[in-house]
């Protein structure tokens, strides 16, 4: 069984930058779209982008475009967001889920693993 642990939220000011962690343990996440997604306060959850382990790419919604970017490690299980340029509105929990197979899958209703979340806060 999948099991998926976030990390490597904070709280930063806008313009700032930082990198989140999803880490995978049971399963390889070559097996698996990873996506990763955001709830704001109030608001409900978000895509943010939706990458193919396999092979390494990744689609990317256009809140995302050009500031975050997704890596993998593959020895080490583990997928990446890097965030620049944050803003006030970037801020809410992170999630990072998986689905099994390849290409744009990761609807939010569809993913079959979930992670509990990371909290990232942009405040001046």
């Known amino acids: 069984q999948l099991q998926l642990v976030e990390s490597g939220g904070g709280s930063v000011q806008p313009g700032g930058s930082l990198r989140l962690s999803c880490a995978g343990s049971?399963?390889?996440?070559?097996?698996?779209?990873i996506g990763w997604f955001r709830q704001a306060p109030g608001r409900e959850r978000e895509k943010i982008s939706c990458?193919?382990?396999?092979?390494?790419?990744?689609d990317y919604q256009d809140s995302a475009k050009g500031r975050f970017t997704v890596s993998i490690n593959k020895a080490r299980n583990m997928v990446y967001l890097q965030m620049n340029s944050l803003k006030p509105e970037d801020t809410g929990v992170y999630f990072c889920a998986a689905r099994a197979g390849s290409g744009d899958i990761c609807y939010i209703a569809s993913m079959e693993n979930w992670g509990k979340g990371t909290l990232v806060t942009v405040s001046s």
């Open positions: 049971g399963v390889s996440l070559d097996y698996y779209a």
């Open positions: 990458t193919t382990v396999s092979d390494d790419s990744t």
